[in-house]
Nanobody, 123 residues
């Protein structure tokens, strides 16, 4: 089992930045791909970004390309999501996810999920 704990959410004005962190614990000896999904009230969960175990491969939703950057520090078992130029439509609960090798956009491929952290972007 892998446990994921997100942090770094909060309230920010449009155009601002936030950095989310996700710390993994448990069976972190496995080489897990990790990523982020989000879900806004009344909407379906949405893929945001993911990265392979090495960090050498990344995948982004079109809606965040050029604004968000995913990175990881395997020595700390932590993945980050740097979010710049935030928009009100980025408001959502952001979930950290992990999978054995998959780093695509299908939510059902990710076996491990965090509890989520709220990001609110005011206009």
């Amino acid at each position: 089992q892998v446990q994921l704990v997100e942090s770094g959410g909060g309230l920010v004005q449009a155009g601002g930045s936030l950095r989310l962190s996700c710390a993994a614990s448990g069976r972190t000896s496995g080489r897990y791909a990790m990523g982020w999904f989000r879900q806004a009230p009344g909407k379906e969960r949405e893929f945001v970004a993911a990265t392979s175990w090495t960090g050498g491969n990344t995948n982004y939703a079109d809606s965040v390309k050029g604004r968000f950057t995913i990175s990881r520090d395997n020595a700390k078992n932590t993945v980050y999501l740097q979010m710049n130029s935030l928009k009100p439509e980025d408001t959502a609960v952001y979930y950290c996810v992990a999978a054995r090798t998959y780093y695509g956009s299908s939510w059902f491929q990710y076996a491990y999920w965090g509890q989520g952290t709220q990001v609110t972007v005011s206009s």
